[in-house]
T-cell receptor, first 112, second 110 residues
Framework: GQQLNQSPQSMFIQEGEDVSMNCTSSSIFNTWLWYKQDPGEGPVLLIALYKAGELTSNGRLTAQFGITRKDSFLNISASIPSDVGIYFCAGRGAGNNRKLIWGLGTSLAVNP | ETGVTQTPRHLVMGMTNKKSLKCEQHLGHNAMYWYKQSAKKPLELMFVYNFKEQTENNSVPSRFSPECPNSSHLFLHLHTLQPEDSALYLC?????????FGSGTQLSVL
């Protein structure tokens, strides 16, 4: 079946540093979604990507839809303490593979 | 009230109890979902409803029984659960590709 590899599994950084995480798929996706989940809450959508090569920003967050359509990247610039949480990627294929596939998450800790 | 609202936020139940989780969305979406979130595992899709009709059941045990009376409300009825069913249960809604989640119900089965 389809699998998503999300890395790194966890990160511990200093406030002000930039962060980069990525997801890779074993098959081609048409949609990539990036979510953030705070403790005790549900995932919140950060960025949605629909086109290969697409680069989309949301404040200090930037995500890219990889050219191969098998990967996506999320970057956070100038991290702040409230960036702490778990970041999830999710991807969806086409045709009979439209089920949304989820990564295991990247846990981010920020040292003030 | 906006977004997706789930109640209760926390639930502790014994294996012989019957309880229900409730979800309400105020986004005007046509699709609603139940997901299970357990540690070290990807989000597991349980059920999907489109326009009140169940369109997906991912081999979920019959001790979980969903109900969707209209496009805005979704329930998950629970009975004779097992300790391994302890998890965060998330409701979501969507109109197109993007899912919007509630805060979840943290369920503990004793």
């Amino acid at each position: 079946g389809q699998q998503l590899n999300q890395s790194p599994q966890s990160m511990f950084i200093q406030e002000g540093e930039d962060v980069s995480m990525n997801c890779t798929s074993s098959s081609i996706f048409n949609t990539w979604l990036w979510y953030k989940q705070d403790p005790g809450e549900g995932p919140v959508l950060l960025i949605a990507l629909y086109k290969a090569g697409e680069l989309t920003s949301n404040g200090r967050l930037t995500a890219q839809f990889g050219i191969t359509r098998k990967d996506s990247f999320l970057n956070i610039s100038a991290s702040i303490p409230s960036d702490v949480g778990i970041y999830f990627c999710a991807g969806r294929g086409a045709g009979n593979n439209r089920k949304l596939i989820w990564g295991l998450g990247t846990s981010l800790a920020v040292n003030p | 009230e906006t977004g997706v609202t789930q109640t209760p936020r926390h639930l502790v139940m014994g294996m012989t109890n019957k309880k229900s989780l409730k979800c309400e969305q105020h986004l005007g979406h046509n699709a609603m979902y139940w997901y299970k979130q357990s540690a070290k595992k990807p989000l597991e899709l349980m059920f999907v409803y489109n326009f009140k009709e169940q369109t997906e059941n991912n081999s979920v045990p019959s001790r979980f029984s969903p109900e969707c009376p209209n496009s805005s409300h979704l329930f998950l009825h629970l009975h004779t659960l097992q300790p391994e069913d302890s998890a965060l249960y998330l409701c979501a809604s969507s109109q197109e590709e993007e899912l919007f989640f509630g805060s979840g119900t943290q369920l503990s089965v004793l």
